[in-house]
């Protein structure tokens, strides 16, 4: 069974630069036409895109934050890992790691989410 | 960035009641559209993909239909593990977007 599990701080400060690893098993950073995704979630409100990345390395990013965020991997920890700099509290929310099937479209698998607060 | 408009916000229905949720996306996205549901405290589920394919493991009851800027998603026969948060998001490019959310209640 395919599993995405997002680890992380659950605090940071403001200005602090924020690191989380989504963790997968059961099928392969390298898997093709396979992405790893992170999608965040404020408190009580929609879900928001952040950046992607491709089975070939190909990465993309939201137009409007993509200045504070870098998507990398570690296809030997069978890892993805995303850094968001210069964090401010309106970055409060439950980010989420899902995998992206392009073959049908969708997010088809979810990691549990992490809950990111932040405040001095 | 193209924006996704769904409609109603809230919908409250009883068990057995069809119950459709409809999604506008700005521009033409033709068939790229999904559908998800969200429970509180719990990752969205992948419901439809490809405007009306059906995801593996979700329930007859559930149907997407739709193209270009226009899609809806109905459930047939509501049971009681349904209320919830539905969302769509639009893939058509890169940049995907999701909806507001459709918070299905109740009544």
């Known amino acids: 069974q395919v599993t995405l599990r997002e680890s992380g701080p659950a605090l940071v400060k403001p200005t602090q630069t924020l690191t989380l690893t989504c963790t997968v098993s059961e099928f392969s950073l390298t898997s093709s036409a396979m992405g790893v995704n992170w999608i965040r979630q404020p408190p009580g409100k929609t879900l928001e895109w952040l950046a992607r990345?491709?089975?070939?390395?190909?990465?993309y990013y939201r137009k409007s934050l993509e200045t504070r965020l870098t998507i990398s991997k570690d296809t030997s920890k069978n890892q993805v890992v995303l850094t968001m700099t210069n964090m401010d509290p309106v970055d409060t929310a439950t980010y989420f790691c899902?995998?992206?099937?392009?073959?049908?479209?969708?997010?088809?698998?979810w990691g549990q989410g992490i809950l990111v607060t932040v405040s001095s | 960035d193209i924006q996704m408009t769904q409609s109603p916000s809230t919908l409250s229905a009883s068990v057995g009641d069809r119950v459709t949720i409809t999604c506008r996306a700005s521009q033409s996205i033709d068939r790229w559209l999904a559908w998800y549901q969200q429970k509180p405290g719990k990752a969205p589920k992948l419901l439809i993909y490809k405007a009306s394919g059906l995801e593996s493991g979700v329930p007859s009851r559930f149907s997407g239909s739709g193209s270009g800027t226009e899609f809806t998603l109905t459930i047939s026969s509501l049971q009681p593990d349904d209320f919830a948060i539905y969302y769509c998001?639009?893939?058509?490019?890169?940049?995907?977007?999701f909806g507001q959310g459709t918070k299905l209640e109740m009544k």
């Open positions: 998001q639009q893939y058509d490019s890169y940049t995907n977007t």
């Open positions: 990345i491709d089975w070939d390395d190909d990465t």
């Open positions: 899902a995998r992206f099937n392009m073959l049908r479209g969708g997010y088809d698998y």
